[in-house]
């Protein structure tokens, strides 16, 4: 990806959660400058991975495939540097935009329309040699146990949530013609080095060409503290 998209879909993405009257924390809005004289007082941030994450998991075709994240709060998955077991973020997800087909090892998840258009959740149980099933999946909108046939695509209004236990295989984007999605994401501690399971092989992290300056530093950019 392009330096120069990353900070265009930053950008959009800090107008559109305005829009939807959800508010980011301040440091969403810090610059590489502002990081710059971040001291140890900043660590959680560092630590955490907290802050924004934009990918196009690595196929050049962000429109076609990609996914704008924030960060708010996350543990430590070796437990070393915090107590916290619990996650939260928010995406932003394009009309037929894909977030490709995954699972999580440990994680589980709740993921929420929080406003804008409708969510789409398609669902499969997963194999023990981790394929797709073609049994009926099992799952909880809101609370309530629902049962759908393997592949379902799960329709998500505004205000809905389904609950996404480790094991089970979710791909998402937002319908088209609804407009996009702000979702959010309240989960376990998050570990995107070791806990993902993508169907087909596919890259976490894009590589990036620095076609201009960073406006925002992503979650793995921060540097160490300054004192």
């Known amino acids: 990806m392009k330096r120069s998209e990353i900070n265009r879909l930053i950008d959009e993405a800090v107008q559109f959660a305005e829009s939807l009257q959800f508010k980011l924390p301040p440091f969403a809005r810090w610059s590489a400058e502002d990081w ?8 959680e941030i560092r630590n955490a991975h907290l802050g924004w994450d934009v990918t196009d998991f690595a196929t050049g ?8 994240l924030f960060t708010i709060r996350n543990g430590d998955p070796s437990g070393a540097t915090s107590r916290k077991s ?3 973020k928010i995406m932003i997800i394009g009309e037929g935009r894909l977030t490709p087909m995954h699972f999580h090892y440990t994680k589980m998840e709740d993921i929420i329309n929080r406003g804008g258009g409708v969510l789409i959740c398609q669902v499969y149980n997963s194999t023990p040699g981790e394929g797709l099933a073609d049994e009926p999946v099992k799952v909880a909108i809101d609370g309530v146990r629902k049962e759908f046939p393997a592949g ?11 609950t996404l236990p480790p094991g089970l295989y979710h791909a998402f984007w937002a319908k088209p013609g609804t407009g996009d999605v702000l979702a959010g994401e309240v989960s376990a501690v998050n570990d995107d080095e070791k806990d993902n399971r993508f169907l087909e092989p596919i890259s976490r992290f894009p590589a990036i060409e620095e076609d201009e300056p960073a406006k925002y530093l992503l979650c793995g950019e921060y540097p160490p503290a300054c004192f």
């Open 36 to 43: 710059a004289s971040k001291g140890a007082e900043a660590d």
């Open 61 to 68: 075709q962000f429109d076609r495939c990609g996914l704008v």
């Open 86 to 88: 619990y996650c939260e």
């Open 152 to 162: 379902a695509e799960v329709q998500l209004q505004p205000g809905e949530s389904i």
